[in-house]
């Protein structure tokens, strides 16, 4: 079977390296001079970044932009990727006087981009992975050891399952199989299909008639045939001395066998593309990148090099330069003879699996960050509720799928638009730049009137679900409850009680001589035809306790309005009580002793709070002072 062309199927289900150049994020959110903060601070969340390029790259040009505190908020879609960018950094993080600047970076190429690696790379993985089983169940240890990390936001089941990871690639070849050439060729042959006899002259057209036509010219016919046939990129020592799988590009999936479902782990990566789009095509070098009748003097590989060993370089340096602007990190404890850069002002959170859709629940993220950096394959992720966590003026930055070798022209086109309806959806407009965006998009928040600044103190987040609507926006229409001109406000006393004129509905001071107790209201008379009902009691005033305590049936008496969301208005089939009904606390008679004749007599209560009631629970009334 042959794959169809323009099926995607190449570049696989989990992504082990970026398909752009690595940014500096800085560059592209410019310091703002009104920014609050010693230092000021940049938050900064990565969407599927998967290989912590970007984070690497905006450290080693840190020196070049005003001091700020970075915070990099990453999340991913599968554990395994939070494993490698942990062991990536780890490694990009090394004292000098541990590992040399040579040996660090070729040894960052081996295990970022190729299949089979040398004894020294698997031995180091073993190290490290051993290192962080140990540290993942003890958090003190983890954040005295390795204080630019934060795995705080991670879910206990996720931590475990990360713990996993680290042991299988702490595990010897023969404790964990991993046969990673086998199942490379197998991968292979899926993806190619019948045309997997010819595939020299498939890996050849896909260079030079789509990956060249891109602007990815430097990549060599020659390593990019070997890595499609034997999954290594960068050969910078002597081929025979790659012979050990690298088990940090395997992942898992769930296989059907023989009508069960079965955990499988293998690779299910990029075999279509290849790991050198990162740092392998561009350059602050120019004369890397010079060409001689039309063919680049420098291949992929070497330019990766080249450009890993001066960001490590950087690295280095603005180390020393930024050890002490931050002695808060120091007080936090460190561990003896760690490298000085932990003391840098950053720092890396890695946020749980799948949190893209419900992040902006949260309170600390509500239009927090400054900077939305989002994949290529995880353009899904973009939505209005994801965009209300950007900040007001923030910037959003989208990784387009230049160079995936499976889209037409069309396709990518397509794609192109797309990503500019869902940033525009969710509240993005896109800025202004020279000729069609083919690498990244770029876009800017724009301001929600209403929505967009912190909330007040106290209040709710503005990107949460809205709440209830407070009651004054449940009351009947205002001609029933509004008094006439000239009415004051009633006291506690008057509420249960009524006036004599029917023409308005104003509330009167406590019953005298010639007026009803306000017990005599909730009592239903016994002639139907009076519009009033008449006082059963000679007695005028009654204690306080008669309020709620009226000496009619003790089923009319004391009975309580139902909940908000099954109260309605009342309609001309039924009786009306004010239409007040909406309103907690407000005594209404029995269905059963209702009398049509007490209509509009009694006038809802807004609540306690705005009529001066005493306070008192939800749904209960307390005795008035008379």
Known sequence: MTTVTGSGEGFGSVAWWGLS???????ECPPDASSPGDPPELDILLLGSVDARHILRTLAQAQLWPLRRLNFFVLENNLEAVARQILILNLAFEPPEKMGLQEKSEMFLELWGNGLVRTQVAEYVR???????????EPDDLAAQLPQLSLEALKFRERDSLEAVFIFWAASEAEASFPLSRLWDSRLRGYLGSRYDARRGVSDWDLHMKL???????????????????????????????????????SGRLMS????????????????TGPFVAFGIESDDQSLLLTRNGTPVKC???ISLHNVTSLFRSLVAAGKEVSGAEPEVEAEGRAPGSDPASSRPFRVHFLPLGAAPTLHHRHRFCSRFHLLYVSCGMVHQLSPELGACVAPGGRLVVELARYLVDLRPNQLESFSGRVR???????????SHEGPPETFARFSRKPQPGLDGPPPQGASCVCQKAEAPPLDSLTPPSEVLIPPPGASEPAPSEILSSSSNEDAPVLTPPPEDSESAPSEILSPSSNEDAAVPTPPFEDSELAPSGILRPTASPAVAGTLSG?????TPPSDSEPAYGCGAR????????????????SGILSPARGPDDLGMPSGKPGHLSSPKL
């Open 583 to 598: 309103a907690p606390g407000i005594l209404t008679p029995s269905p059963g002793n209702s009398d049509p004749s007490l």
């Open 21 to 27: 150049p690595a940014l500096d994020l800085q560059a």
């Open 300 to 302: 992929a590989g070497e």
């Open 421 to 431: 309806e869902l940033a525009e959806a969710a509240g993005f407009v896109p800025e």
């Open 212 to 250: 060249h036509d891109r602007g990815a010219r430097v990549i060599n016919s020659q390593e990019f045939r070997r890595w499609r046939e034997t999954s290594v990129a960068f050969e910078i020592r002597d081929a025979s001395a790659y012979q050990l799988p690298n088990r940090t590009l395997a």
């Open 257 to 272: 066998h023989r009508g069960e479902r079965v955990a499988v782990r293998g690779y299910w990566g990029d075999v279509a």
């Open 127 to 137: 190290t490290q992975s051993q290192r962080m089983r140990r540290l993942l169940p």
């Open 563 to 567: 909940p908000l969301d099954t109260m």
